[in-house]
């Protein structure tokens, strides 16, 4: 059997309640958003998360009211570290990386990593989004083109609120293509059609 990439939806995350259980700042909510620089694993789409100073809620996003990604201001002194997420791990490696900032003049980092660990120091920085070029609301795509990928990285900088809506990527999935064996057999009656 011989195997083809094809660039395929792997999953999409909009950080709702239902399929995300990353810690909101709603009143009813036991943990409000994050002030000292923490960290935390969470349940997605997809499989589990990695974050640091990140926590969801429902306000600057591309819609009212829908919960989405917010990386907190931890401070501008470089006392506590920068916003942090990881994917959960992607098999057949990343393809196409989209996302839909949800706040406006924000620069971000993206990296990924052959590594399974989602706190791997083993990082390469794939691009730089400025605001400028990626406007809000609008679904934003990174070319990625490596089938080794396991996880992908976003990085912010202490010193201000950033919002996501959503992320999605396609991952290149295994199509198999089988050969077939057998005899063939020429049919008298299509005798003139097969010369």
């Known amino acids: 059997l011989n195997a083809k990439a094809q660039n395929q939806v792997y999953w999409k995350e909009g950080f709702e309640p239902g399929t995300c259980d990353l810690t909101t700042t709603s009143p009813t909510s036991i943990t409000p958003a994050p002030t000292t620089d923490i960290t935390t694993y969470f349940n997605g789409v997809g499989g589990v998360w990695f974050g640091k100073n990140i926590y969801r809620t429902t306000g600057t996003g591309?819609?009212?009211?829908?919960?989405?990604?917010?990386?907190?201001?931890?401070?501008?002194?470089?006392?506590?570290d920068s916003g942090?997420?990881?994917?959960?791990?992607?098999?057949y490696g990343i393809n196409e990386f989209h996302f839909t900032?949800?706040?406006?003049?924000?620069?971000?980092?993206?990296?990924?990593?052959?590594?399974?660990?989602?706190?791997?120091?083993?990082?390469?920085?794939?691009?730089?989004?400025?605001?400028?070029?990626n406007p809000t609301c609008v679904d934003t795509t990174v070319n990625i083109n490596s089938p080794f990928?396991?996880?992908?990285?976003?990085?912010?900088?202490?010193?201000?609120?950033?919002?996501?809506?959503?992320?999605?990527?396609t991952s290149y999935s295994k199509i198999y293509y089988g050969t077939l064996k057998g005899n063939v057999f020429r049919s008298e009656e299509h005798t003139s059609e097969l010369q």
């Open 62 to 80: 591309c819609q009212p009211g829908i919960s989405h990604l917010r990386f907190r201001n931890m401070g501008t002194t470089g006392i506590f």
């Open 84 to 91: 942090v997420l990881v994917t959960p791990i992607v098999n």
């Open 101 to 133: 900032r949800a706040r406006a003049n924000r620069k971000y980092t993206i990296w990924i990593t052959s590594d399974t660990n989602a706190q791997t120091s083993n990082w390469n920085l794939v691009t730089t989004l400025q605001s400028w070029v």
């Open 149 to 169: 990928a396991k996880r992908l990285k976003i990085v912010t900088r202490a010193g201000l609120d950033y919002d996501i809506d959503s992320i999605w990527l």
